[in-house]
């Protein structure tokens, strides 16, 4: 399976800031996503990050609030924009191979 | 849409014991993925086990099999000889077969999750 490399691995960050997440993939791979696990709770795909086009959001995940690049087959990043509380959560990178879904290691996000 | 239920929040097992983790799903797919992921405190997302809903044959990865039962929709993880280090928490989840062009390929809808605890 590839290996997925995310940092920042956790962060504090002050309410009305931006911090912006980084994936990075050892090999090429068509399809990336973007997934947010709330405290106590499961996952949920915020966005699949395309290959030069826009991201594609699901419902309740707006791009103002979450951009994401995606500049080629190996790197992707999520930004959290204008921060609240209620954006503290993990933040996972995934990857798909042979019909398989593999994570990065998440980014604990606290925003105070 | 799809639902994904985990009706077990927490479960214990003592070590080398087996242990079998319930999940039940609604689809009107025909067509689609089960997964078994294993979160530590860690929090990294380990991909435990895959079932093909057009295989009849349960899955076994190892130590960890699972029971696939597609017309009760039902997808239970067993876990033989368990392990200190299988302190965790687990979640099932489904995703719709890939169709070329399709925009449902990685999406994940995932169950509530079961914290397991092995005891020494």
């Known amino acids: 399976s590839a290996v997925i490399s995310q940092k920042p691995s956790r962060d504090i960050c002050q309410r009305g800031t931006s911090l912006t997440i980084q994936c990075q993939v050892d090999?090429?791979?068509?399809?990336m996503f973007w997934y947010r696990q709330q405290p106590g709770q499961s996952l949920t795909l915020i966005a699949t990050a395309n290959q030069g086009s826009e991201a594609t959001y699901e419902s309740g995940f707006v791009i103002d609030k979450f951009p994401i690049s995606r500049p080629n087959l190996t790197f992707s990043t999520l930004t959290v924009s204008n921060m609240s509380p209620e954006d503290s959560s993990i933040y996972l990178c995934?990857?798909?191979?042979?019909?398989?879904?593999?994570f990065g290691s998440g980014t604990q996000l606290s925003v105070l | 849409a799809q639902t994904v239920t985990q009706s077990q929040p927490e479960m214990s097992v003592q070590e080398a014991e087996t242990v079998t983790l319930s999940c039940t799903y609604d689809t009107s797919e025909n067509n689609y993925y089960l997964f078994w992921y294993k979160q530590p405190p860690s929090r990294q997302m380990i991909l435990v086990i895959r079932?093909?809903?057009?295989?009849?044959q349960n899955a076994t990865e190892n130590r960890f099999s699972v029971n696939f039962q597609k017309a009760a929709k039902s997808f239970s993880l067993k876990i033989s000889d368990s392990q200190l280090g299988d302190t965790a928490m687990y979640f099932c989840a489904f995703m719709k077969r890939h169709n070329a062009g399709g925009t449902s390929y990685g999406k994940l809808t995932f169950g509530q999750g079961t914290i397991l605890t092995v005891h020494p």
């Open positions: 995934s990857v798909g191979q042979r019909e398989k879904l593999f």
């Open positions: 090999s090429q791979v068509t399809m």
């Open positions: 079932q093909e809903a057009y295989k009849q």
